[in-house]
């Protein structure tokens, strides 16, 4: 028997993201139960096949075929279902009756009583057949009914669940009486669904897996919350910010919290968790900085790897009359060049070894003609030295003019020097000394990839500038200044921006924004509308190490 009501229906398809946000009263279900002559889809065949197709609590169809399996049953599976040899000798093979049973699941979720035993049988005849494995989404109502009501039954087998829900339909170990009363406990069960805030697809497929620990009931403190891109706040009962998040779609992202995540970190943070705030972004590239700005303001305890910097450092070259490089606390005396801000001391200093390597700067710190020899790494040959004041200015000066033109034009003598130091000290079988260049490498190779992003958007000054998804963003120096979408209108004409260009960022802070700025720039489908300086990069690229056998 096959009726649907709703007239055809396509094959099933895999089901997109916007799908599985949508709200439960607009996504089709297909609840069924399938009937074998045994446990395993390996070596055991479909007898009968029942399903009832709903959408929006409606019912739309109903499907009921016997199968004949092209082997004896079991007598023990007749005893359990009453299906007899002689009832499937002139039923349909399941070649016959699949393409019709597929075409009427269509795009709807899967629903069943253990479902994934009635899958395994679909998914192996689809294979054998050739249409594939079943895309649909799948749902169990064990799971669910674990989740939900546990407690309250003595277990969870579809007769004690219909029984509990007062099912008209008793199941009996027929296909079709038995998808009937799975769909009288699955409306149950999503009912009590409801109350704990599930009304969208996402939230249904997920609350299956979720956490079974007193901070679940929290959960009620994502009702309202909308699906749109922006950032989230989690406060403590003292109103404290404990951390600071950002999502495409908020809801979605609060929620997974309670979702399976087992991270201890996270169960701690739930367990403080007494109210969430938000805040709607209108671009993605809105809510990254919005994120970025409330940790640096609130310091949250729980956004560990997001806090501000404590120790910030610059690496600057001195301008004295024999430059040398040195770490610097502010930006406040950027010198004749000045690289950062570091997060703390170690990468700043990653980067001055990098640069000793590859250059022969002085190392040494004290005044030039003060001493009777030169330092020790001038005397190995690995720096220039004026202690004894045999050093020509000139020629020193020389080596200061290549470095800042390596820096800010062609870093390829730079970073080709230190990948040359990788390898011999790989082939020479030194190699914790070849680590070390080649992290030196990487962190100098960042650096100046910082720098040069910082100079173009110091130098481009004021940027309207356009997304692929219409998202629109005003950006003054590396920092946001306005963000929206869905608006449509004349170009914006920015008047020009007198003002100096700062070699480095003055703050960890105003250094990350610049970055997620920039990246936001560099993305494909990004357009500059107006701009009211000038965007130029070096032509010579950053070459980053690809793969070298250290």
């Known amino acids: 028997m096959f009726g649907l009501g709703s007239g055809n229906v396509t094959l099933a398809r895999q089901r997109t993201f916007d799908d599985l946000g949508a709200p439960l009263i607009d996504v089709p279900f297909c609840i069924l139960d399938l009937e074998t002559t045994g446990g395993s889809a390996a070596d055991c065949e479909i007898t009968e096949i029942g399903a009832v197709r709903y959408r929006g609590g409606e019912r739309e169809g109903t499907f009921q075929t016997l199968v004949n399996p092209g082997a004896p049953i079991p007598p023990f599976i007749t005893v359990l279902t009453g299906i007899t040899q002689a009832m499937v000798v002139e ?28 899958m395994s049988f679909l998914n192996a005849a689809a294979e ?46 027929r296909a079709l009486d038995d998808a009937t009363a799975t769909a009288h406990v699955f409306w149950g069960l999503l009912e009590r669904a409801g109350s704990i805030g599930v009304t969208h697809l996402d939230d249904l497929l997920t609350l299956p897996t979720a956490r079974g620990n007193p901070s679940y009931g929290k959960i009620r403190l994502t009702e309202g919350i909308p699906r749109k891109p922006g950032v989230y706040l989690f406060r403590d009962r003292d109103g404290q910010i404990i951390y600071v998040g950002k999502a495409k779609d908020l809801r979605a992202r609060v929620r997974s919290y309670f979702y399976g995540d087992t991270r201890k970190k996270i169960g701690t943070m739930l367990r403080e ?48 009359r024999f430059p040398r ?57 690995r720096a220039l030295c004026p202690c004894d004041g045999t050093l020509d200015e000139d020629a020193y000066r020389a080596e200061i003019d290549d470095l800042r033109r390596a820096i800010d034009g062609d870093p390829t003598p730079l ?29 100098l190779a960042r650096a100046l990839e910082h720098r040069r992003a910082w ?4 130098q481009a000054g ?43 960022p003055g703050s960890v802070a105003e250094a990350e924004e610049a970055r997620l700025v920039w990246s936001w720039l560099m993305e494909p489908g990004v357009r500059l509308i107006d701009v009211s300086g000038s965007v130029a990069l070096p032509a010579a690229p950053v070459r980053h190490l690809d793969r070298i056998a250290v």
């Not at 070390?436 to 962190?443: E, G, I, V």
């Not at 100079?455 to 110091?458: E, G, K, R, T, Y």
Request: proline fraction near 6%; include cysteine.
């Open 91 to 118: 039923a349909p093979r399941i070649a016959e009756a699949l393409p019709t049973f597929l075409e009427f699941i269509g795009d709807a979720v899967i629903v069943g009583h253990n479902i994934r035993f009635d």
């Open 128 to 173: 054998r057949l050739g249409y594939g494995r079943l895309p649909n989404r799948t749902l169990d109502t064990i799971g669910l009914a674990r989740r939900l009501i546990r407690a309250e039954t003595r277990n969870l087998k579809l007769s004690t669940l219909a029984a509990f829900f007062r099912s008209p339909t008793t199941p009996t170990h």
């Open 273 to 320: 968790l007494a109210s969430i705030d938000h805040r709607v972004c209108e671009t993605e590239l809105d809510a990254l900085v919005t994120e970025l700005r409330m940790i640096g303001e609130h310091r949250p305890r729980h956004n560990r790897r997001s806090k501000p910097a404590r120790s910030p450092h610059w690496v600057r070259l001195t301008d004295e």
């Open 325 to 381: 490089l040195s770490l610097a606390r502010s930006a406040k005396d950027p010198g004749l060049l000045l690289l950062g801000p570091f997060r703390g001391r170690h990468g700043a200093q990653a980067v001055v070894e990098a640069l000793w390597d590859a250059t022969r700067i002085r190392r040494c710190t004290g005044a030039p003609a003060r001493r009777s020899s030169r330092c020790a790494p001038a005397q190995m040959g």
């Open 415 to 443: 970073l080709d020097g230190l990948t040359g130091r990788i390898v011999s000290f790989a082939q020479a079988g030194r190699f914790e000394e070849a680590a070390w260049a080649r992290d030196r490498h990487r962190a």
């Open 455 to 458: 100079s173009a958007l110091q």
């Open 462 to 504: 004021r940027i309207h500038a356009v997304d692929g998804d219409g998202g629109e963003a005003i950006i003054d120096r590396g920092r946001l200044t306005a963000a929206w979408s869905g608006r449509r209108g004349a170009p914006l004409v920015a008047p020009p921006v007198e003002h100096d260009s700062l070699q480095a």
